[in-house]
């Protein structure tokens, strides 16, 4: 399986959709965990440029797993509502000892998905993750994107 994003738009879509496949639990490095997070294209672009999340969410969840990604789905795909327009889920391969730091700190179940809060508003772990993605083997990737088509 290829990790490339692969277009998968219907003909006639009001959107452009193009996914990812998650990485096998069988690839990850030793000690590694998977999480997802949802965000907007200003978010992404940061991330992408800094390998940092900025501090703009005062909640700013990651979520654990394939139930995580699932989650993280539905804010994109319009099933959960949030007012920060989020376009894409980017995938993160963190260390599973600073995923259970940042869960002692805080983390909440959010239907059946247990999110971890990064922002001031939740614990104000977002400098130890941001640690963890600028001096660790930890990596990141976009896994889904979707793009309003523009009509001419």
Do not use: C
């Amino acid at each position: 399986r290829s990790g490339k994003l692969k277009e998968i738009t219907h003909e006639g879509a009001s959107s452009r959709w193009l996914v990812a496949p998650s990485t096998s639990p069988g690839d990850l490095p030793s000690g590694h965990v998977l999480v997802y997070r949802p965000m907007g294209d200003i978010e992404a672009a940061h991330i992408l440029r800094n390998k940092s999340l900025p501090d703009t969410q005062p909640y700013q969840a990651i979520i654990e797993g394939q139930v995580g990604r699932t989650y993280a789905e539905k804010f994109i795909r319009g099933i959960k509502k949030v007012d920060t327009a989020p376009t894409t889920v980017m995938e993160f391969t963190i260390p599973t000892e600073t995923y259970e730091t940042l869960f002692q700190i805080q983390h909440k179940v959010e239907d059946g998905a247990i999110s971890v809060g990064l922002g001031d508003k939740a614990g104000g772990g977002l400098p130890i993750f941001n640690e963890a993605l600028q001096h660790s083997p930890a990596q990141f990737r976009i896994v889904l994107v979707k793009r309003r088509n523009i009509v001419k």
